[in-house]
């Protein structure tokens, strides 16, 4: 009898460590690898895009998923998912599932929020897989006509006569309007108010209305509001002008050779995304760069779009990273 009970002892044992391991097996499963989808897209996917509607990355967003619908014949949903300079929007997106129908659009302020932010809930290079550099464009300075003047010299004149009455807009702390801004005043020995938003559209929309002065925003953004008259452009960062905006003198010209601050706009997908599905949408992303639509859309925002993809847009990250994190010791720039 006691051998008995024994031996049903060793035998609940053995099934519970079976239970055990097979359910540590299926939660690896789940975990770290996710069954590809033969036929993606075979349904919609989501683009998480981590700022409001009618910003800068809106403005390649949109046309990029236009282009991806027409090519791939399934929809690209747009997920705005603004606040906290980008980040509430990419923490989200580096919950979703890995299994490529939440894709991440991401700009050079989540390259910057790591210098920044004491804590984040997500890690770009950890928890990220990187696809594509999608879009790069100058940043330009932009100012309200009826508030500053249009003029370069007249315009300094007035922001050293007027030390810290002068203020600017930006799509909030630890982006690249905030660290263009600071480290213009690091350049030019300036002082200029930070206002932080929560996206460059509602910046803009303050900057035409005359609720603040001045912004430091990527030409993609700002390019339709400075041709329709509505914000005039000062400078573009850099050592070269413009191609869409070739009267706006470049900020070598105007003595700041070392100005050359840049907005990007890059795709990711939650790591763990299947290596066959992480092919196709960066084959999806190459197709729609040789696109007559999407070359059109890139050229009327001043913007190029690199051939970058992968481990290679990866590097670039890297790299903008301990660029970023230098500008942020050297300007002493904090989150307001």
């Not at 302020?109 to 550099?133: C, T």
């Not at 909030?172 to 460059?200: M, V």
């Amino acid at each position: 009898m006691k051998e008995r009970q024994m031996n049903d002892d060793q035998h609940l044992l053995a099934s519970r460590r079976d239970v055990l391991r097979w359910g540590s097996a299926g939660l690896a499963a789940y975990s770290f690898g996710v069954q590809a989808d033969p036929n993606w897209p075979s349904k919609p996917v989501t683009m998480v895009v981590p700022f409001p509607a009618g910003g800068g990355t809106d403005a390649f967003a949109r046309p990029f998923s236009a282009q991806f619908a027409k090519q791939s014949g399934k929809t690209l949903v747009i997920d705005n998912r603004g606040g906290a300079g980008g980040n509430l929007g990419a923490g989200i997106a580096a919950k979703a599932a890995p299994d490529g129908y939440t894709l991440f659009m991401g700009a050079v302020h989540h390259s910057i929020a790591p210098a920044m932010y004491p804590k984040l809930e997500y890690d770009l290079e950890r928890d990220f897989v990187p696809l594509a550099l999608m879009a790069v464009v100058p940043q330009v300075l932009v100012v309200n006509p009826k508030k500053v003047p249009g003029d370069f010299k007249a315009f300094m004149a007035q922001l050293r006569s007027n030390p810290g009455r002068l203020n600017f807009g930006s799509a909030g702390g630890g982006t690249s309007h905030h660290l263009a801004g600071e480290l213009f005043k690091l350049q030019t020995k300036t002082f200029i108010t930070h206002i932080p938003y929560r996206g460059a559209g509602p910046a803009l929309q303050d900057l035409i209305a005359g609720n603040v002065d001045m912004m430091f925003d990527g030409l993609g953004s700002s390019a339709q509001h400075i041709k329709g008259g509505r914000i005039k452009a000062l400078m573009v960062s850099g050592n070269k002008r413009n191609g869409a905006f070739p009267d706006v003198p470049c900020a070598a010209e105007l003595g700041l050779p070392d100005y050359t601050v840049t907005t990007w706009y890059g795709l990711w997908a939650p790591k763990g995304i299947p290596a066959e599905v992480q092919a196709r949408a960066i084959e999806e992303v190459r197709k729609a760069s040789m696109a007559e639509d999407i070359k059109v859309a890139w050229a009327q925002n001043g913007a190029e779009f690199p051939n970058i993809t992968g481990p290679q847009f990866g590097t670039f990250v890297s790299n903008e990273i301990k660029r970023w994190a230098a500008v942020v010791k050297a300007s002493g720039a904090k989150l307001d």
